[in-house]
């Protein structure tokens, strides 16, 4: 772990629970201290096209089943759908986004296809999140 001014930066190696010849590296920048430096070119410039993922957990929990009916009742075509019964987990794939917003109770994330900058990366976030504006479940 490292700690700077700005974040930390946290690296772990692990066996995949799957295949114990195989490491999982995970590459985390946690605890941010002046989020708007995020969208600096010198923090993408550190980072390069290393992360795939960002990861937010929520100040309360999500109701997920309010949540999936929100969407439903909008009828949006370039929006794609997909949970469990229960609504402990729910998948939502947007037109245009080569990834996915995935959501639990206690955290969201979108994961894309590839990895990006650091920007491009929180910045796919942020337009992901605006389509679900009105929608206080979260």
Request: aromatic share 10%; proline share 4%; with cysteine.
């Amino acid at each position: 772990m490292i700690t700077t001014p700005l974040f930390d930066y946290q690296i772990r190696a692990s066996l995949a629970s799957d295949n114990a010849a195989e490491v999982q590296w995970r590459r985390q920048v946690t605890a941010f201290r002046r989020p708007q430096e995020l969208f600096s070119s010198a923090f993408s410039s550190v980072f390069g096209n290393l992360f795939d993922t960002v990861e937010l957990i929520p100040p309360s929990a999500i109701d997920l089943a309010e949540f999936i009916d929100r969407i439903e009742d909008r009828d949006v075509s370039t929006i794609t759908l997909e949970y469990d019964r229960r609504a402990t987990w729910c998948h939502i794939s947007l037109q245009g986004i080569s990834g996915q917003m995935r959501l639990t109770q206690d955290r969201m994330s979108l994961v894309l296809a590839e990895p990006q900058s650091p920007t491009r990366l929180l910045e796919a976030f942020l337009h992901v999140r605006a389509h679900f504006s009105g929608i206080e479940c979260f």
